[in-house]
């Protein structure tokens, strides 16, 4: 039992499986630190983890194992075929589920999380129990109201639980597998998948899991990325199926780029030769790894029957500043220009609106959500 707790404490928020695509078959990746600038060679197995990072109940690291299990059999399928050819349902769905777990579960996010709390202390707790007349009574002043130090332990898992439930939302994505054949090797970090999206909206977070223009970066291995994007708002230029063959450095320049930007830490690569590259594609880029932004927006204001009013707030992180293009996706400018004017006719309503890619598969997954939340 204690030999099982030992093993247990050490828990990843990158799983080993992943970093051990872009090893070459070693047990050491190369490392690049964004804070000191410098390089080193690190073994797998202690890069990216946390003792009890996920929490001391060993049972919900139990069951991320065997989610893992099923996620490392399907990308080493997916990596050695390059292609979706014999991929089914189930298989497309544990891709997906990666995807989305993954990008819930590191470090960053959270840092993310821990952020989106203090943000809704200082802004909303905090404010509200200093206009209680009753705590006024009481005797409680401001003062102490501001020294209290609110937290919700393991908000993180709260952003893990949506991604675990949330997969269909992104079922509408196409996957494409973009194949490296330029002079340039991908890299990874320590937060690996990528959510960017082309449309930009002023005071609007577009990297939702519904909001149109979606797209998901996750390099597989130094050769091979997977990219989930709304072929409604992109047109590809495509080689064979759902595969694209690269050449351009600038591509592959720019999607490692975008991998430095999201990062929390750390960027990992397999040769050592890479060194320089990947610290010259940090300089390139530094100014716009700033610390993240967040902002909260009223977008409902009603009258209550005692002439007090209510107020519907949104809380969410800004977007990235990083903007890049590739040779070899484009915008759909007509159905771009549908999209603004249907967002401009929306945002003129007093009413508050959530802009999808698809309301069928977003009403299903409230369905499903109502369903689960009665059945606590």
């Known amino acids: 039992m204690a030999e099982n707790k030992k093993s247990h404490k050490k828990q990843h928020y990158v799983p080993k499986f992943y970093l051990k695509l872009f090893s070459q078959k070693s047990k050491y990746l190369w490392i690049y630190n964004l804070k000191s600038k410098e390089s080193f060679q690190v073994p797998i197995k202690n890069l990216c983890y946390e003792k009890y990072f996920y929490a001391k109940n060993l049972e919900f690291e139990k069951a991320l194992s065997l989610i893992e299990q099923k996620q490392a059999e399907t990308l080493h399928k997916l990596v050695d075929a390059q292609d979706f050819a014999n991929f089914g349902h189930e298989d497309f769905y544990h891709i997906r589920l990666f995807l989305l777990l993954q990008s ?38 401001e003062e ?147 610390e993240r932004d967040f902002r909260s927006d009223i977008v409902q204001t009603t009258q209550n029957n005692d002439g007090t009013y209510s107020e519907i707030v949104t809380l969410y992180q800004a977007d990235s500043n990083y903007v890049f293009e590739l040779s070899f996706i484009k915008l759909n400018e007509k159905n771009k220009r549908l999209f603004e004017h249907s967002y401009k006719k929306l945002s003129k309503s007093s009413k508050p609106f959530h802009l999808c890619r698809n309301k069928e598969l977003v009403d299903r997954f409230n369905r499903f959500d109502d369903l689960f939340k009665k059945s606590e």
Do not use: W
């Not at 470090?107 to 009753?134: G, R």
């Open 104 to 141: 819930s579960r590191t470090k960053d996010a959270k840092v993310i999380s821990n952020k989106y709390t203090e943000f809704f202390v200082a802004d909303f707790v905090k404010p509200l129990l200093k206009s209680s007349e009753d705590l006024k009574r009481k005797g409680i002043t």
């Open 144 to 290: 102490f109201i501001d020294s209290l130090e609110i937290t919700f332990p393991d908000d993180h898992m709260s952003a893990m639980s949506v991604a675990l439930s949330g997969v269909e939302l992104i079922s509408d994505l196409e996957p494409i597998l973009i194949i490296n054949k330029s002079n340039r090797n991908f890299i990874c970090s320590d937060a690996p998948i990528v959510l960017y999206n082309y449309i930009k909206i002023k005071n609007t977070n577009t990297t939702g899991y519904q909001f149109p223009g979606l797209q998901i970066f996750c390099p597989l291995n130094k050769d091979i990325l997977l990219l989930l994007f709304d072929k409604n708002l992109y047109d590809l230029k495509r080689g064979t199926g759902s595969t694209i063959f690269i050449n351009r450095d600038s591509d592959v320049d720019s999607i490692n780029k975008l991998q430095l930007v999201n990062c929390l830490d750390n960027v990992f690569f397999s040769k050592e030769d890479d060194t320089n590259y990947v610290r010259n594609l940090h300089l390139e880029v530094e100014d716009l790894i700033k």
